[in-house]
């Protein structure tokens, strides 16, 4: 694609970035067959394609306006269009890039900047996030229908952490919504390491990965989250941490990007470069150690078959870590029965804030996932990003939780580890 950048932003880094992304686009319109939202809407604007084309024409010059803001509020940013690019367009940061800008010179009425306000105080906030939640709990069978589904259930308490010492080490990110709605999930992450001859270990000081924020366009606060990441976890990556462990696919995207998205930063960029290299995806962990588990799970492999799981594959997890099929993979190769779920590649519609600011779109996605997840008729679903979980659950009576919790519940207590 041929550009021709506007003096404004030709020569800033975000310009240079942008000007690199459009020029491997050749409009050739395959990545539109596979987008949720233009699956929905059937109007190319509303396709990966057409919000090219608005970013390119907001970077040549021409002035945005509301419609251009709504096309680039409806998209995910669920990243199927990159998978299918056959030129491998990074349009995640060119959206990234296009938002901030129409965000600039398009502002917001003062109803919706306010509820934007609060949504990015309180979700990456634990200290309001969790009483707020534990509120709507008290009062969910009160509530109607339509507002119960929105507001999660109380969630199953945590097993134990584990209380002894292994010689390998491992930092977990704790995360900001998810001790609040899934306290069992990085519980489960370290009772099954442990098992594995692995420390899961918690830094004081680590919250929120920075996403939340950034997906709401207020980046400059989202690159601070990420510098207190890196401060709390700095300590324990000098004392040889031999990876950061993330449970939420969605927040192990933003974590492997803390490099590029702060190596303008002088004082954190190595910092954030190393962190990146370390951050692992939890099923990237367990892969690596396989063959122990199967040693462990062998013996139940019988019961294990009789489960029927559909797995739902977070869009975070296959187009954002490109891990597609990987815990699949692992689960089947453990003795689980996975049914058929399909179309698979494309997004729940949780999508971080995106089912509370676009709740149509939102629901009319979740209403198709669920269908496609039940058609195996199985007992649960399993998954591996908190949103999806939480989204998925407001939908259904089957059980949706973690996978690795799953993993958790079938493991026999093991007094020492596997070396
Ligand atoms: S990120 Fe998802 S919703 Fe957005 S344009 Fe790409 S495929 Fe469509
Ligand atoms: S598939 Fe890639 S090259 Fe083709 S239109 Fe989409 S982004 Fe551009």
Partial sequence: MQTNLAAFIKDTPEGKEADAILRKCTHCGMCTATCPTYQLLSDELDGPRGRIYLIKQVLEGATPTAKTRLHLDRCLTCRACETTCPTGVRYGRLLDIGRHLVEERVP?????SAWRRALNAVIPNPVLFMPLLK???LARPLLPAALKSKVPAAPAPARPWPTTTRPRKMLVLEGCAQPSLSPATNA????VLDQLGISLERAAGAGCCGAVSFHLNEQKEALDYMRRNIDAWWPYV????????ITASGCGVTVKEYGHLLHHDPDYAAKAQRVSELTKDISEVIIAESAKLKQLLSPLASRLSGQRIAFHSPCSLQHGLKLRGSVESLLTSLGY?????PEAHLCCGSAGTYSILQPELSQRLRDNKIAALTSGT?????TANIGCQA???GATTLPVRHWIEALDDSLPPSPSPLS
Avoid: F, K, M, N
């Avoid at 917001?108 to 919706?112: A, F, L, M, N, Y």
């Avoid at 004392?239 to 462990?245: C, L, M, Q, R, Y």
């Avoid at 199985?378 to 399993?382: D, G, K, V």
């Fill in 108 to 112: 917001r009425g003062p109803i919706e």
């Fill in 337 to 341: 029965s996975l049914t058929d779920v």
């Fill in 135 to 137: 509120l709507g709990q």
């Fill in 188 to 191: 489960a992450a370290a009772r």
């Fill in 391 to 393: 989204h998925l659950q």
């Fill in 378 to 382: 199985p007992s649960a679903i399993l």
């Fill in 238 to 245: 000098e004392h040889g941490v031999e990876a950061i462990v």
